[in-house]
C-alpha cells in the first residue's frame, strides 16, 4: 500500500483544515486507519482512528470534538477535517494503515506510512 497525504498548511487559530490521504495497492477496505503527529524532537502521537472491522472512530482526548475522521472506500480516500485548531495542533500529519482489530493507538501496530504534511496554527 502506497498513501499519499495532502491538505495541509497554514491557518490561523480558530480555522479548519482537511487532509486527505490517498491510498494505492492492496484492497484499502481490508486496512484500518490511523491520522498520527509529530513534532520536532518528539515521538511520533495518535490523533485519530478508524477500525477496519466496523468502522468505530477513536480520538486523543486532545483532539476530541474538534478533529474527525472518516473514510470513502470507493476513492480508496481517508480524511482528518480538523475544526477549531489551536496552535498546539502545529505538527507533521501522517496517514498510516494498520492490520491490527480496532484502533491500536501504538505507531508500532501500523505497517504502511504516508509522507507527511505539515499544518502550522498561527495564533
Known amino acids: 500500500v502506497q498513501l499519499q497525504a495532502s491538505g495541509g498548511g497554514l491557518v490561523q487559530a480558530g480555522g479548519s483544515l482537511r487532509l486527505s490521504c490517498e491510498a494505492s495497492?492492496?484492497?484499502?477496505?481490508?486496512?484500518?486507519m490511523g491520522w498520527f503527529r509529530q513534532t520536532p524532537g518528539k515521538d511520533r502521537e495518535f490523533v485519530a482512528g478508524m477500525s477496519r472491522s466496523d468502522g468505530r472512530t477513536y480520538y486523543d482526548d486532545s483532539v476530541k470534538g474538534r478533529f474527525t475522521i472518516s473514510r470513502d472506500n470507493a476513492k480508496n480516500t481517508v480524511y482528518l477535517q480538523m475544526n477549531s485548531l489551536k496552535p498546539e495542533d502545529t505538527a507533521a500529519y501522517y496517514c498510516?494503515?494498520?492490520?491490527?482489530?480496532?484502533?491500536?493507538?501504538?505507531?508500532?501496530?501500523?505497517?504502511?506510512w504516508g509522507q507527511g504534511t505539515q499544518v502550522t496554527v498561527s495564533s
Open positions: 495497492g492492496r484492497s484499502f477496505s481490508s486496512y484500518g
Open positions: 498510516a494503515t494498520t492490520a491490527i482489530r480496532g484502533t491500536p493507538t501504538d505507531p508500532k501496530w501500523y505497517d504502511y
